[in-house]
């Protein structure tokens, strides 16, 4: 047989139930073809089994062992690994409980699956030096409403189903999952500072105004927004501390002037 | 052909070990690094990876290359790796003689080849293609395997053999591999060793594995075993001095109990060196 027949067909085998492979697998004193066979086809289950439980511990934990083992055996049965690192193997898995039974009619546990890939994705997601606050000293307040501002690549803005952060600390302890509420809620993700993945609930004008300002819309417009949003007179004020948030938490990378306003 | 200089005794760097090494920086001669654990954008494992290359030496060793695959090799993988080789200034850059897929799938296993004529001038090929892309000379190393093919026209050892004479790279002989594959396949692990040319040989791998009765299975999630220790002990007797290390990939032990393995590596060479010179006296 040709090299790259024998691959196809030990490949087939390892991932299907087509054992044609087996005419070139020599017996050994201890083992028959099959059980000498099985040990990479168990292999590879329990290897990319080994990736998703590494991958969304928060969700194991959620599900129970019994309930993940059925997903993880579905997925992996539908999903093919395609990159040399196994890191991005799991990264389907919140599309794939969306499209299947009986997982799909579950908002909680999309909602946990969602939070563990945005953390593991903010993790190693590409370095930028965060921007000091103090790139901001010395600017006259005529100079405020043109400011613009760049983010981290790290950063991912998440509409989950309410309840999703308390459910993530739950499981982080093992605890019953709350109950949760319906409608949305927003969760920030990002690597911080401390080169570790961070993520908080935000209120909704927090979550508009960062939305805004990562589309590329300068100080002023934010500030506009806000004030057309909550008729609220200290509106500057609101948005300065939350771009102070900002800057703590190591979310900008980087300042300019909307030359459209400037 | 100038072997390179031996780089003394290394540990596998893992995650959970970082702090460990960060803080103490341990006498630890090198770190072995998997390559594709960090051919990420970026992040904490490619600063802590800047902080250790800075107090130790270090190698690259892959999973991925798939040399022996049917598959067109992956330039993008290569760049990636050749990439991370600029950075980071390797003393070797390694990978598996196996396959990890085809058909654009990776099954992310050491996948078995057969020894035949065909494979072997197939993997000769693709050695001589990816030392020209990366400007170097590759090592290539043996992997523990569960089955073998009906196909074979050689033994392993002459496959192996051929393999670095031809492609002229060098080799990685995994002794544990080398130890688990003779169990399983039936053959004595001493010619195995006895087999491969001095020359070409420029590291070892130890690390533990299983025992499932009917096979042994390298799984790296246990202590180095007696009878691994044996064969090192006369592989260093036909190979050493060359680069030693210790892989551990699971059950993970505190790190001064990888120390002290090494200290029985370190233990072993040093006995062999004295009988060598007892023997010239």
């Known amino acids: ?20 492979i087996l005419d070139s697998v020599n017996p050994s004193r201890r083992l028959d073809r099959a059980a000498r066979f099985a040990v990479y086809s168990d292999a590879y289950r329990l290897r990319h089994a080994s990736f998703l439980a590494e991958d969304y511990p928060m969700l194991r934990n959620a599900m129970g062992e019994e309930d993940f083992g059925a997903l993880v055996e579905a997925y992996i049965a539908a999903t093919r690994s395609h990159h040399p690192n196994a890191r991005w193997y799991g990264r389907h898995l919140p599309e794939f409980l969306t499209r ?44 405020w409403p043109a400011l613009c501002f760049d983010f981290q690549a790290s950063i991912s803005l998440l509409s989950v189903v309410s309840g999703t952060c308390a459910a993530y600390e739950a ?10 509420a319906s409608g949305a809620e927003t969760i920030l993700v990002w690597r911080g500072k401390d080169q570790q993945a961070h993520y908080r609930k935000l209120e909704t004008p927090e979550a508009l105004a960062l939305t805004e300002a990562r589309a590329g819309r300068s100080f002023g ?35 300019r002037r909307d030359i459209l306003q400037s | 052909m100038q072997k390179p200089a031996p780089l003394g005794f290394g540990l596998g760097l893992r995650p959970v070990y970082y702090g460990d090494i960060l803080d103490n920086k341990p006498p630890v001669d090198w770190f072995e690094v998997i390559s ?7 992040g904490r494992p490619l600063s802590v990876l800047e902080c250790i290359r800075a107090d130790y030496p270090i190698v690259l060793h892959g999973v991925s290359m798939s040399i022996a695959s049917t598959a067109p090799l992956d330039f993008d993988y290569l760049g990636a790796l050749k990439r991370l080789a600029e950075r980071f200034q390797p003393a070797f850059v390694s990978d598996h003689l196996c396959w990890t ?54 033994d392993e050892w002459t496959f192996v ?94 790190f001064p109990e990888l120390l002290a393995e090494l200290e029985q590596a370190r233990g072993i060479a040093a006995a062999v060196a004295a009988e060598k010179i007892g023997a010239a006296a």
Not at chain 1, 171 to 180: D, G, N, R, S, V
Not at chain 2, 212 to 232: M, R, Y
């Open chain 2, 161 to 254: 053999k051929e393999v670095a004479e031809r492609a002229d790279c060098w080799l990685l002989l995994d002794v544990n591999n080398v130890f688990v594959s003779g169990f399983n396949h039936d053959f004595a692990p001493t010619e195995f060793i006895q087999s491969i040319d001095v020359d070409r040989v420029v590291q070892f791998h130890l690390a533990g594995h299983s025992d499932q009765g009917t096979h042994k299975i390298d799984s790296h999630d246990e202590p180095v075993s007696p009878e691994v220790w044996a064969l090192f002990a006369e592989a260093w007797r036909r190979f050493g001095p060359v680069s030693v290390m210790i892989e551990r990939d699971d059950k993970f032990p505190p």
């Open chain 1, 221 to 255: 417009a934010i500030c506009s927004m806000l004030a057309f949003r909550d008729k609220d007179d200290a509106v500057a004020e609101r948005a300065a501390s939350l771009l102070a948030r900002w800057f703590g938490d190591g979310l900008i990378r980087g300042i």
């Open chain 1, 100 to 143: 299947a039974e009986p997982w799909g009619t579950k908002p909680d546990w999309l909602g946990l699956a969602l939070l563990e890939r945005a953390l593991a994705d903010a993790f190693d997601a590409d370095d930028a030096e965060p921007c000091d606050v103090g790139g901001l000293a010395g600017l006259s307040s005529e100079a």
């Open chain 1, 171 to 180: 499981a982080a302890i093992e605890a019953p999952p709350p109950q949760t």
């Open chain 1, 1 to 20: 047989m040709k090299l790259a027949d024998l691959q196809a067909k030990f490949q087939d085998a390892v991932i299907g139930e087509d054992r044609a």
């Open chain 2, 101 to 154: 897929g085809v058909h654009g799938v990776n099954l992310h296993d050491l996948l078995p080849v057969p020894y035949t004529k065909e494979a072997l001038d197939h993997v000769v090929e693709r050695i001589g293609r990816v030392q020209d892309f990366l400007g170097r000379r590759i090592a290539i190393e043996n992997v523990s395997s569960y089955v073998t093919f009906a196909e074979s026209e050689m």
């Open chain 2, 36 to 42: 594709e654990n960090f051919m990420i954008p970026g």
